[in-house]
């Protein structure tokens, strides 16, 4: 390849140069190995997460364990293979606090903030208002889910205005 | 902001994959960029016209701003 002068040929080795780091992270298969470290680390913290939650429930030992054990086998296996996995397979952007993702989730987050602080506020006067008697557990673990699915909403949608 | 970075890409025959990893950022950050949805950061500016060997404002111009793409 031609080059027109010093520094065009200066940015194109620093292409191939930038190339050659991400050839180094690039995705590809994860060994063997690594997988089942995965799947070690996610069974002893599930088994771990059910015992704790059986022994603060030592009425129904097992039927808590069962429990215990059922919410806590995925996110246990997933970070397993975040820790062991991902590396491997997950190719990382090297300047990626520049993309556009970062700004999408920073919006998502802080349109999703807005609007739960405005439904808290909404929330509370009502109660004052009507002076209900609501149990507070349900409701704030309601709260935590639409934030979290106004936050994922969010982002598909910054996503989809920025993508079309 | 406008900018020709589709123009520039397209005449060094890389596809919006190369240009990402050129840059170090995702394609979607690229595509976003191209087509005028995404202002990049100083620093990605920056970056941009020092992988094309040009200013940043032969790249990035503003709206009311023509912009003559010199290959």
New interface residues.
């Given amino acids: 390849m031609l080059y027109v002068?010093a520094?065009?040929y200066s940015?194109s080795r620093?292409?191939r140069e930038?190339?050659i780091v991400?050839d180094q992270t690039a995705k590809r298969p994860a060994p063997v190995v690594h997988h089942l470290l995965a799947i070690a680390f996610g069974t002893i913290l599930t088994i771990a997460v059910s015992l704790v939650v059986a022994a603060s429930n030592s009425d129904d030992f097992w039927l808590a364990a069962g429990i215990g054990a059922l919410c806590a086998a995925y996110p246990s296996v997933s970070l397993g293979a975040w820790i062991f996995v991902s590396n491997h397979t997950v190719t990382r952007?090297?300047?990626?606090e520049?993309?556009?993702?970062l700004?999408w989730m920073k919006q998502a987050a802080s349109g999703a903030f807005l609007d739960v602080l405005i439904a808290t506020l909404a929330v509370t006067v009502v109660l004052m208002i009507g002076r209900f008697d609501v149990d507070a557990l349900p409701v704030l673990l309601i709260l935590i889910g639409l934030s979290a699915a106004d936050a994922g909403l969010r982002y598909l949608v910054s996503?989809y205005?920025?993508?079309r | 902001m406008r900018n020709n970075l589709a123009e520039r890409r397209l005449d060094r025959q890389w596809t919006q994959a190369d240009l990402a990893r050129a840059l170090g950022v995702s394609r979607q950050t690229v595509i976003s960029i191209e087509r005028g949805r995404f202002d990049p950061s100083l620093p990605l500016a920056f970056l941009i016209a020092q992988t094309f060997g040009c200013r940043i404002e032969d790249v990035f111009t503003s709206e009311n701003t023509t912009l003559i793409h010199r290959p």
Wanted: net charge negative; proline share 0%.
């Fill in positions: 002068n520094e065009e940015v620093k292409m930038d190339r991400n952007d090297l300047r990626g520049e993309s556009v993702e700004i996503r205005r920025a993508m």
